[in-house]
């Protein structure tokens, strides 16, 4: 289902340019907690071979004993030491920044963990570029912000996959414990403008 301009109408409106089409490929509304939330090309309503860019937004709390939840991402089941990231963040009083190499995954998103007050949930938006480039790294940058009922976190992540492979699975995982019931993810492609 495209959903293009048709969806961001406000901003085509106000004069943005919108390149490409926009497509819904797959959603994930947790009924249960979940230790991974996955998105597959195959899984997906289009394949990803025809998309240039993902966008993947989620809603996410985590399951596990904290009051915090740290969501984090990899690509085609590589959980090797092969993603580089660089995250500035605030909690209100103090602004933080942290470079991170030779990791696991990607941080993408602060949440509440079950300590936290109930019915929170943290909230992301995660671009992913170039996703069928084999001449580069794969690149990605996240916004996201999480509340505990008047403390939390809000920052942007930026982060590459030392990878030239296409990307053709992503998988989501927090810290400590599994991901929340009433945690939603949905993923939209990005075609190449014509």
């Known amino acids: 289902m495209s959903v293009g301009a048709a969806k961001f109408g406000l901003m085509a409106a106000a004069g943005v340019s919108l390149d490409g089409d926009w497509v819904a490929l797959q959603s994930t509304d947790l009924g249960s907690d979940q230790a991974t939330v996955t998105f597959t090309s195959a899984g997906s309503s289009e394949a990803w071979s025809g998309m240039q860019d993902l966008v993947v937004i989620g809603y996410f709390r985590g399951a596990g004993a904290d009051a915090n939840a740290l969501c984090r991402m990899t690509f085609n089941n590589d ?13 209100g ?19 509440p963990g079950d300590n936290a007050t109930a019915n929170m949930f943290g909230a992301f938006v995660c671009n992913i570029y170039d996703i069928n480039a084999t001449d580069k790294f794969t690149s990605v ?20 996959w030392r990878s030239t492979a296409a990307v053709t699975e992503i998988d989501f995982v927090t ?8 945690s939603r993810f949905d993923l939209y492609g990005i075609k190449a403008a014509e």
């Not at 959980?79 to 963040?89: E, F, G, P, R, V």
């Not at 103090?94 to 949440?111: M, Y």
């Not at 996240?142 to 590459?160: E, F, H, L, V």
């Not at 810290?175 to 009433?182: L, P, W």
Request: aromatic letters at 8%; glycine letters at 16%; a positive charge.
């Open 141 to 160: 940058n996240c916004q996201s912000a999480g509340d505990r009922n008047g403390s939390g976190r809000a920052g942007i992540t930026g982060g590459r």
């Open 93 to 111: 009083s103090s602004a933080i920044a942290a470079l991170l190499s030779s990791r696991a995954n990607i941080e993408v998103a602060f949440g």
């Open 79 to 91: 959980t090797a030491s092969n993603y580089y990231w660089q995250d500035l963040y605030t909690t």
């Open 175 to 182: 810290h400590s414990g599994n991901i929340k019931a009433g």
